[in-house]
């Protein structure tokens, strides 16, 4: 039973337009979001958090946005730069753990 | 700093056999956890230590495997004996202390291949 779901396996977006990444979950408990990157040969590295008393994050080009009454999040980054092209794993917090998504391919092509 | 260090980088091993990972977290962080990675069910948490205790091990699979942290510098997670369906991505993360509210920090992982 996935928790936190990432349906779309892979993104491919041309250089300088903005990446949408979605995550879905299923728990109402969950109260704290995070999105980690992960390149090839290396494990995942945090990217941006969201607290579940906010709605949207930002960092830089990084944008988390939080729809509580949907149970999706969504990561933007605009724009998008061909250093980006990674997997991208969603998370969610419950209790004392890390909850995480099967994540997303995005590639960011010139 | 190293960051968090694991070995070996790749094991590949035959059904039935012992499989030994370890890992080495960053110096002075209280928490280490061991995940596994598959296509199918992305980075699923297998247990946590805090100050060398396991804390949570619900998500360890089966009896075949087990994990220990005899120190801070050092742990290590065993499968015995190994069959093919363990093949997966294990990553070890630390992190500065408890919760994980606290960013975790990924070694690069070990890439299991059981045949």
């Known amino acids: 039973d996935q928790q936190v779901k990432q349906n779309s396996p892979s993104l491919s977006v041309q250089e300088g337009r903005i990446s949408i990444l979605n995550c879905d979950y299923t728990n109402s408990m969950f109260d704290y979001f995070l999105w980690y990157k992960k390149y090839p040969a290396e494990g995942p590295t945090f990217l941006i958090s969201i607290s579940s008393i906010k709605d949207k994050n930002e960092d830089g080009r990084f944008t988390v946005f939080l729809n509580k009454s949907a149970k999706h999040l969504s990561l933007h980054i605009v724009p998008s730069q061909p250093g980006d092209s990674a997997v991208y794993f969603c998370?969610?917090?419950?209790?004392?753990?890390?909850?995480f998504g099967t994540g997303t391919r995005l590639q960011v092509f010139p | 700093d190293a960051g968090v260090i694991q070995s070996p980088r790749h094991e590949v091993t035959e059904m039935g056999q012992e499989v030994t990972l370890r890992c080495k977290p960053i110096s002075g962080h209280n928490s280490l956890f061991w995940y596994r990675q598959t296509m199918m069910r992305g980075l699923e948490l297998l247990i946590y230590f805090n100050n060398n205790v396991p804390i949570d091990d619900s998500g360890m699979p089966e009896d075949r495997f087990s994990a220990k942290m005899p120190n801070a510098s050092f742990s290590t997670l065993k499968i015995q004996p190994s069959e093919p369906r363990d093949s997966a991505v294990y990553f070890c993360a630390s992190s500065p202390s408890r919760g994980v509210y606290n960013e975790q920090f990924f070694g690069p992982g070990t890439r299991l291949t059981v045949l």
């Open positions: 998370a969610a917090i419950n209790t004392d753990k890390l909850i």
